[in-house]
């Protein structure tokens, strides 16, 4: 039998609970009429990049089918009468995912490399925009200095 990946975004208003039932609901279609449910995952509530039908998030599942083309036919019959999805994708592919889907195994290593939400700036020891210590204040010399006279002050005062 053909191999197929189908994601599909119900509304953002129905709760997770209602978003499984919704995929038990579909996942019985596809075995009713010969073919099977490999995977599903529900990858939560996600933002969409732009509003359809009045809305701005949605929540997201993927299901891996084995099932005839008459069954991904009537599967996806159903989801365009359903009020509570707004949008599903199903593509044939020559062989379903082992494992966690890419969605999922982002989500389980937290926010991996990208750093913190003050985007990096403790790494770089405070200079963050700050100016102190650096370049021209406004006495004239590069060092925030007063010139070279200073320098030679110091060290004659040493001598």
Sequence with gaps: MPLYENVFI???DVSSQQVEAMTEEFTKMVTDNGGSVEKSEYWGVRSLTYRI?????????????????????????????????????????????EGPSVMMQSRGGGRGGRGGRDGGRERDGGREGG???????????????AGGDETDNNSSAEE
């Excluded at 929540?59 to 991904?72: E, I, K």
């Excluded at 100016?131 to 200095?145: M, Q």
Aim: aromatic share 4%.
């Design 131 to 145: 100016r102190e210590g650096r370049g021209r204040d406004d006495r004239g010399g590069p060092d925030g200095g």
């Design 10 to 12: 119900a509304r953002q």
């Design 53 to 97: 039908k009045k809305n701005r998030k949605g929540h997201y599942v993927l299901m891996n089918l084995d099932a005839p083309s008459d069954a991904v036919q009537e599967m996806e019959r159903n989801m365009r009468l359903h009020e509570d999805i707004i949008r599903y994708m199903t593509v044939r592919v020559e062989e379903l995912e």
